[in-house]
């Protein structure tokens, strides 16, 4: 078996195993729910990366030169503020077709989480969450957009991509089996849930790729789902899953077209990366 596929096949059976593993048990053998925070952290958020880590360190030995650890805020800060804030702007565009489709009536107030305070506080607050928790979504982009979008098809970044989103997608289809999310109509449910996930990691990539960094990744990851995600949703309320996925997907479709379409997806590293960040690929 070739080293690359023997790399990719033991990232999946890590990433998958030690995740799926952890989202059985803890309902099941322990009655804990998936909802909490610290459950996830403990059995799933990181395995990803420590898939990656243990693939890059003694199954393929080629390292971490091209796994994009190096901050480079310097240079990329505003790739760094489009992570940070554009989850907001799909926020607003989302609730715009939601409005408009009448599936939301405008009213600023129901975005506030925090009763009594402005809407303005909470979203403040929900921006300077999304940086404190980047390292934790690091745990999975470490993995994903790091590790496997790199290796899947190297000359062929489009398919990559969407395959990685793809794999991605169905590393988290147990959570709607869990009580971690509820569809009313389970096949839709994932079908839209896998389209989502696959347009995010076109933007996700596009990002990592272009900064030279995973934290560009990381950051707005945790912006998808404390900002972007957790908006739409409040708003929504309870009962609107797949609804709320569907709104989301617009704006998400709009940007990852722009990506695609401008050639963008192409651009694997910033012009003045070190030459051992560098992965050539060749767009086909």
Known sequence: MPTRTKGLVVFIAISFG??????????LLFGLSLVNPLVQLAG??????IAAFVVRKWVTREGFADAGLRLRLREQ???????????LAFAGASLAVAVAVGLWVFDPAALALLP??????????????VVVLTPIYWGEEFGWTSYLRLRLFPERPMLSTLLTGLIWAVWHYPLAFLGYIEFDNVVLGLAVWTVSFMLQEVILTWLRMRSGSVWTA???HAGNNMVFALLIG????????????????VPCAVVAAWIVMSGRLAADRPADAPAAERVPVAVR
Do not use: N
């Not at 799933?44 to 990366?49: E, L, M, Q, S, V």
């Open 18 to 27: 030690m995740a799926w593993a952890g989202m059985f048990a803890a309902p």
């Open 116 to 129: 009594g305070a402005p809407v303005w506080v909470s979203i403040a607050i929900l921006l300077a969450v």
């Open 77 to 87: 800060w505003r790739l760094y503020l489009a992570a940070w804030l554009g989850p």
């Open 218 to 220: 990381s950051l707005a």
């Open 234 to 249: 409040t708003a929504l309320g309870d009962g609107h899953q797949i609804a709320g996925t569907l709104i989301g997907i």
């Open 44 to 49: 799933i958020a990181f395995t990803p990366a």
